[in-house]
Nanobody, 115 residues
Framework: QVQLVVSGGGVVQPGGSLRLSCAASRSIYAMGWYRQAPGKQRELVAT???????HYADSVEGRFTISRDNTKNTVYLQMNNVKPEDTDKYYC????????????WGQGTQVTVSS
């Protein structure tokens, strides 16, 4: 079992920046971020493997950066140039074998982009 603890989130103005963090209780192959608005499907935002291979949704490519510190078992999502459509609840996920992490989930954190 892996526990994921999420921090970050909040309210940010359009064009601003925000960083989310997710600490895992042990080392794990893949970690990533999803987001979901009420009544909508959960959307993959970005993923990263323990080797540093990354994947981004087209909607955030060039604006968001996912990174991880393997010494701390922590993944980060740096969100730059945020837009109102980035407003969602963001979830951290981790997986032992798949590059699309779904085995374990952290609590969601709300990101609201508003002026």
């Amino acid at each position: 079992q892996v526990q994921l603890v999420v921090s970050g989130g909040g309210v940010v103005q359009p064009g601003g920046s925000l960083r989310l963090s997710c600490a895992a209780s042990r080392s794990i192959y893949a970690m990533g971020w999803y987001r979901q608005a009420p009544g909508k499907q959960r959307e993959l935002v970005a993923t990263i493997t323990i080797c540093g291979r990354t994947h981004y949704a087209d909607s955030v490519e060039g604006r968001f950066t996912i990174s991880r510190d393997n010494t701390k078992n922590t993944v980060y999502l740096q969100m730059n140039n945020v837009k109102p459509e980035d407003t969602d609840k963001y979830y951290c996920a981790a997986d032992s074998s798949s590059v699309r992490p779904t085995d374990y989930w952290g609590q969601g954190t709300q990101v609201t982009v508003s002026s």
